[in-house]
């Protein structure tokens, strides 16, 4: 489990490909002196496992799944990822929670420049729009994010300076490619609508312990 709030920035060293099996070298001098193999850490939005380390190098392994839902298969030596670690129990629990499990990759339709923060829209795919809402979470290339404006092809997002300065999205250009990943919190609620049958929507909440 992560929260979205980028630690580090890491650099693609090498990719090699075997057996359909993506093999991905990254280095990053400020990833914890702690982690060892077999840890879970975040990439661009991505849950991976450490499968070898040897500061500042880690290697993670990617499935052909992986690859075919996410930006994975866009990325070459030298390009920059997010990192961030798991959650530990002792951590302050910013952000919001993520899985880093991707639901799809999307794309930035257009940059905002307004008052020196950037607003960033990106393009909503149909299959995720009911699980995202107006001033909720949501996890684009493993930063958590608030919706500020929603709009039934895209969403809008704020980069405040700080963001802009120590996750990749600053680097970013119209078009690129982003891995999004809804909130959890939306998924369960609606599943509990799906099954609420009869009830009414009070009678349901109430009953569930949400009021």
């Not at 400020?30 to 040897?54: A, E, Q, V, W, Y």
């Not at 993670?60 to 530990?88: C, F, H, S």
């Not at 929603?150 to 119209?174: A, M, Q, V, W």
Request: glycine share 6%.
């Amino acid at each position: 489990m992560f929260t979205g709030i980028i630690k580090s920035i890491g650099v693609l060293k090498k990719t090699v490909l075997k057996d359909g099996n993506l093999r991905v070298v990254i280095t990053c001098k400020d990833i914890p002196k702690d982690l060892k193999t077999g840890d879970s850490i975040n990439i661009d939005g991505i849950c991976s496992t450490i499968t070898r380390i040897k500061y500042p190098d880690f290697e993670v392994d990617y499935m052909p799944e992986t690859q075919r839902k996410t930006t994975i298969k866009n990325w070459k030596e030298g390009d920059k990822v997010n990192i961030e670690p798991a959650l530990t129990l002792l951590d302050k629990i910013n952000g919001h929670f993520v899985a880093g499990h991707v639901d799809c990759v999307s794309k930035i339709i257009k940059f905002h420049k307004i008052h020196g923060n950037i607003e960033l829209d990106i393009a909503l795919p149909k299959e995720l729009s009911k699980f995202v809402a107006l001033k909720g979470s949501i996890t684009v290339d493993g930063i958590s994010f608030t919706v500020s404006y929603l709009d039934d092809n895209f969403f809008r997002i704020s980069l405040i300076p700080y963001t802009l300065k120590n996750t990749t999205l600053g680097n970013k250009k119209e078009n690129d490619k982003v891995n999004i990943e809804a909130d959890l919190l939306s998924r369960y609620l609606l599943r509990l609508f799906d099954e609420r049958d009869n009830q009414t929507s009070y009678e349901f909440l109430k009953e569930r312990g949400f009021i």
